[in-house]
């Protein structure tokens, strides 16, 4: 039976799919310089910054804003490569799929979601960077070809993300949180403000990098603050067979 996750129920309806986390509500006195851990105290004073700039529209207390600060940062990897199987029209569990996202149009998703587009052997995502791409590919298993490829994922957070890697076709702009679920593919359909950029979705699904930016501002407001999966990171996807 294809993954309940695919088969992801509309944000704030209720309902959650196998593969969501359960969000507890924001806390006021979450501190906009716990972003990451990772983060020095200026990058992170630079982070809280520019979400501030994006958010500070007068609808978020200064709390709020602190928060979504702090959650708009918390992709588990800035880089990572994988093989993944494609999922299409006339594979299993596609029609229940296409019916749940209400998107007719597509005859195939890539996405960094893998409950949509899964693992070849299993095998998993690698983190890398730049450097060690190359030596990344080459400890995965190789496509199968017209039915696998490689999956390239980098977070716009990121240093580098910037550098269009040779020898890869970039395939578009997907949105996800840390528990790299979908929130433009696998989260249900979009509706109200969203909805418009679900009409200009490419062939596979994905977005532009200006429509992609766009919605990850809107996703907060659309769906709830507390909502699984609303506060995204926007990924730029690459692929190469």
Same mark, same amino acid.
């Given at each position: 039976m294809w993954p309940a996750a695919v088969l992801a129920n509309k944000p704030g309806d209720g309902r959650r799919s196998a593969f969501r986390r359960k969000r507890q509500p924001p806390s006021a006195q979450v501190p906009a310089?716990?972003?990451? =851990? #990772?983060?020095s105290i200026s990058q992170a004073g630079e982070q809280a910054a520019r979400i501030r700039r994006t958010y500070s529209v007068g609808a978020f207390s200064e709390p709020m804003l602190d928060y979504l600060a702090m959650r708009s940062y918390r992709p588990r990897w800035h880089m990572f490569v994988s093989t993944r199987k494609r999922f299409r029209k006339g594979d299993k569990g596609w029609a229940e799929y296409i019916r749940s996202v209400e998107l007719p149009f597509l005859s195939e998703v890539r996405t960094i979601d893998s409950a949509l587009n899964r693992y070849a052997d299993d095998a998993g995502d690698i983190e890398c960077s730049p450097e060690t791409l190359g =030596? #990344?590919?080459?400890?995965?298993?190789?496509?199968?070809p017209k039915d696998e *490829? *490689? @999956? @390239?994922?980098?977070n716009l957070n990121a240093d580098f993300a910037t550098n269009i890697p040779s020898g890869w076709k970039l395939l /578009? *702009?997907?949105l996800s949180d840390e528990t790299e679920t979908s929130s433009l593919l696998n989260c249900g359909p979009w509706e109200g403000l969203l909805k418009p950029f679900t009409a200009r979705l490419n062939s596979v699904g994905l977005l532009s990098r200006d429509d992609a930016e766009s919605a990850q501002r809107l996703l907060p407001r659309e769906? /709830? +603050? /507390? +909502?699984?999966?609303?506060?995204?990171?926007v990924w730029a996807l690459y692929e190469r067979e």
């Open positions: 310089f716990c972003i990451a =851990r #990772s983060l =030596r #990344s590919v080459e400890a995965l298993p190789i496509p199968k *490829y *490689y @999956l @390239l994922a980098i /578009g *702009y997907d769906w /709830g +603050m /507390g +909502m699984d999966h609303a506060h995204a990171a």
